[in-house]
């Protein structure tokens, strides 16, 4: 089964406030990132946690407690072209030569 | 500054042929690994190579099978295909490994 877990779709309208909660298995963990996916396109990155604590990247923030083995990407301000699917993925502390393992991903879906 | 690229954009086989996906990390990048990602679901790692070496692999069968060239370039073949490895496979690279891992297009397969 999948050792990440987060929540399937999330709908939210223009200048919400969007939460994407990401639940790990605690064996090995190195870090957590997240990475944006538009449809048919490349995954690009977003930000990486590996202590606890909030890491904030313009309108995008993100969060880590390892105690919780619980993490959540905050996107703030949403705007139409924030919709597409976000992944966690963590980084095994045995493989930290970049093999990450994604979860099943968020879809956003951003309305008027 | 070119990012990564790959090769073909789309490719449609026919069960047990053989097919070779081709990739071009990012300038500066040394570490190239390779996803396969099914619809609607997250990125699965196949395997990561580095030094002309195969340094990580996922749970993929032997099938699947790479290379990286002097230049960082990399292939990824699979033999014998079947119905199940039709898929949007995704190339990775970073340098040294690291948790940042930029994705090129991907290349879209489908067996028929």
């Known amino acids: 089964g999948q050792s990440l877990e987060q929540p399937s779709e999330v709908t939210a309208v223009e200048g919400a406030i969007v939460q994407i909660n990401c639940t790990y298995q605690?064996?090995?963990?190195?870090?957590l990132s997240w990475y944006q996916q538009h449809d048919g396109g490349a995954p690009t990155f977003l930000s990486y946690n590996a202590l606890d604590g909030l890491e904030e990247t313009g309108r995008f923030s993100s969060f880590l407690s390892r105690s919780d083995s619980y993490g959540y990407l905050l996107l703030q301000e949403l705007q139409m072209k924030d919709s597409a699917s976000y992944f966690c993925a963590r980084g095994k502390a045995t493989d930290s030569w970049g093999k990450l393992q994604f979860g099943a991903g968020t879809q956003v879906v951003v309305t008027p | 500054d070119a990012g990564v690229t790959q090769s073909p954009t789309h490719l449609i086989k026919t069960r047990g042929q053989q097919v070779t996906l081709r990739c071009s990390p990012k300038?500066?990048?040394?570490?190239v690994s390779w996803y396969q990602q099914a619809l609607g679901q997250g990125p699965q790692f196949i395997f990561q190579y580095y030094e002309e070496e195969e340094r990580q692999r996922g749970n993929f069968p032997d099938r699947f099978s790479g290379h990286q060239f002097p230049n960082y370039s990399s292939e990824l073949n699979v033999n014998a295909l079947l119905l199940g490895d039709s898929a949007l496979y995704l190339c990775?690279?970073?340098?040294?490994?690291?948790?940042?891992?930029?994705f090129g297009p991907g290349t879209r397969l489908t067996v028929l």
């Open positions: 300038s500066g990048h040394d570490t």
């Open positions: 605690t064996s090995g963990f190195y870090g």
């Open positions: 990775a690279s970073s340098r040294g490994g690291g948790n940042e891992q930029f």
